[in-house]
């Protein structure tokens, strides 16, 4: 098991290595941070102290070791480094530290703060809405896919089946859309909800921050209509593999009541793919809520993103990309983990 969650570890470094290569290289050569930084305006002098502060005037090839210094959790910095960048974290040595910190993702070009500060106050709303995604799939899709395998061959099975084909086809910003205008516009007296909204609403004279969970609603369902449509193919087509197996019958044998059989014997042993694609959607929902949190305004890291974008504010988009990515690839191991120990076949193999 030990060497199975190495390789494991070892295999995603080496997909967060390709992730920060593509990023770098992708965004480094956008136009000219030094501009972005100080706009139309500025002096010679001030042009070149940013981009020395940037470290633009290295080759291309220093440039990216001195980025993968700063995003790394473990890496070696000078004192004077330390206290400029405000890096925080445990520092070892002399003027030249070896240092365990929190990853530097530099500094916004628009708002001149610190990038991991902006994600980190954002990621909560986004964790939020993906739970609350989910949550929603699995509560909806299990029992509706164990329906529609009891009901095989009835409306209950075509409607089922027709709803879930619709779900995965439909993208999820066409669907935003449709969800916002009818029930948070034309539907508005009777849902009480509305188009845009955040997870907190801020008292206009003291300026206190309370929970608000009325705004979740629609970009919840919004994001959670795939995979609640995925997960409910995959348990309908695992429960009737399971209902056909033999332990089934001699637990109906046994004088095992219809329910007791279906709900503890039956689903229990279908929930394999269903865990798969719970694991897997979730990783996504988090990478992927981009679109949605656009659409309705939800503050999470989607739309501090997309507003990134139009400015063209491109350290936030690289921290961003990095930040979901580490999440996909840490909840693929958690769950590759999970299987092994599970089932022992995955790691013997």
């Given at each position: 098991m030990f060497n199975y969650t190495i390789k494991k570890l070892l295999y995603s470094l080496l997909v967060l290595g390709?992730?920060?290569?593509?990023?770098?290289?992708?965004?480094?050569?956008?136009?000219d941070p030094?501009?972005?930084?100080?706009?139309?305006?500025?002096d010679a002098k001030t042009q070149e102290s940013i981009r020395k502060?940037?470290?633009?005037?290295?080759?291309?090839w220093q440039q990216f070791f001195l980025y993968v210094n700063d995003i790394s959790p473990i890496a070696i910095h000078h004192k004077e480094e330390i206290e400029q960048k405000q890096l925080k974290g445990f520092f070892i040595g002399g003027d030249t530290k070896l240092a365990f910190k929190v990853p530097y993702l530099r500094k916004s070009y628009q708002s001149k703060r610190?990038?991991?500060?902006?994600?980190?106050?954002?990621?909560?709303g986004t964790i939020m809405l993906a739970l609350a995604a989910m949550l929603l799939a699995v509560l909806v899709g299990?029992?509706?896919?164990?329906?529609?395998?009891v009901k095989q061959n009835t409306w209950w099975d075509t409607t089922a089946i027709f709803s879930s084909i619709i779900g995965i086809s439909a993208p999820s910003f066409f669907m935003g859309i449709i969800i916002a205008y009818l029930f948070g516009f034309v539907l508005s007296d009777w849902t009480g909800l509305h188009i845009s909204g955040n997870w907190f609403n801020v008292d206009a004279v003291?300026?206190?921050?309370?929970?608000?969970?009325?705004?979740?609603?629609?970009?919840a369902i919004t994001l959670g209509i795939r995979p609640l449509a995925i997960i409910t193919q995959l348990t309908r087509s695992a429960m009737l593999d399971v209902l056909d197996q033999d332990y089934i019958?001699?637990?109906?044998?046994?004088?095992l009541s219809k329910q007791q059989v279906i709900w503890k014997h039956g689903l229990r042993n279908a929930l394999n793919p269903v865990i798969t694609a719970v694991t897997g959607w979730f990783a996504e929902l988090l990478a992927g809520a981009f679109f949605v949190e656009y659409i309705f305004g939800w503050q999470g890291i989607g739309k501090v993103t997309v507003d990134a974008l139009e400015k063209l504010d491109y350290p936030v988009v690289m921290g961003s990309v990095l930040i979901s990515a580490a999440f996909f690839v840490l909840i693929n191991i958690l769950a590759d983990i999970l299987y092994g120990v599970v089932d022992p076949r995955i790691r013997m193999k």
């Open positions: 390709g992730v920060v290569v593509l990023v770098f290289f992708l965004f480094q050569g956008f136009g030094s501009r972005m930084i100080m706009g139309q305006s500025g502060e940037l470290y633009l005037d290295k080759p291309k610190d990038v991991w500060s902006i994600l980190m106050q954002a990621l909560p299990i029992p509706l896919g164990v329906l529609a395998a003291t300026g206190e921050k309370t929970l608000s969970l009325q705004n979740l609603l629609l970009p019958r001699t637990a109906y044998a046994k004088g």
